[in-house]
């Protein structure tokens, strides 16, 4: 079983910048994919996010490619979320999971969740 921990959420002005972290603590974290979902408030809870085991690759959301980057750190067990641009459509809660299956070639399915941080862009 893992643990995850976000952390960095706040409330933003359009335009500005935020980074959010996930720290991992129980099962194997440098083995699985990595993914950040968001959901805001009356809507379904949707991807944002996804690193592979080893970082090599990435995936986006399209309303967030060119705004967002995420990236791990094996070593401290843990993964960011670079968001830049912030728009008041970002405002969400922000997730962050951990893959079922281990060296996915890409996020395949959640299976184990943080309890979110609260992101909140002002216009």
């Known amino acids: 079983q893992v643990k995850l921990v976000e952390s960095g959420g706040g409330l933003v002005q359009a335009g500005g910048s935020l980074r959010l972290s996930c720290a991992a603590s129980?099962?194997?974290?440098?083995?699985?994919?990595m993914g950040w979902f968001r959901q805001a408030p009356g809507k379904e809870r949707e991807f944002v996010a996804a690193?592979?085991?080893?970082?090599?690759?990435?995936y986006y959301a399209d309303s967030v490619k060119g705004r967002f980057t995420i990236s791990r750190d094996n070593a401290k067990n843990t993964v960011s979320l670079q968001m830049n641009s912030l728009r008041p459509d970002d405002t969400a809660l922000y997730y962050c999971?951990?893959?079922?299956?281990?060296?996915?070639?890409?996020?395949?399915?959640?299976?184990?969740w943080g309890q979110g941080t609260q992101v909140t862009v002002s216009s």
């Open positions: 129980g099962r194997a974290f440098s083995t699985y994919a």
């Open positions: 999971a951990q893959d079922r299956y281990s060296y996915a070639t890409k996020f395949l399915s959640a299976g184990s």
């Open positions: 690193i592979t085991w080893s970082g090599a690759t990435t």
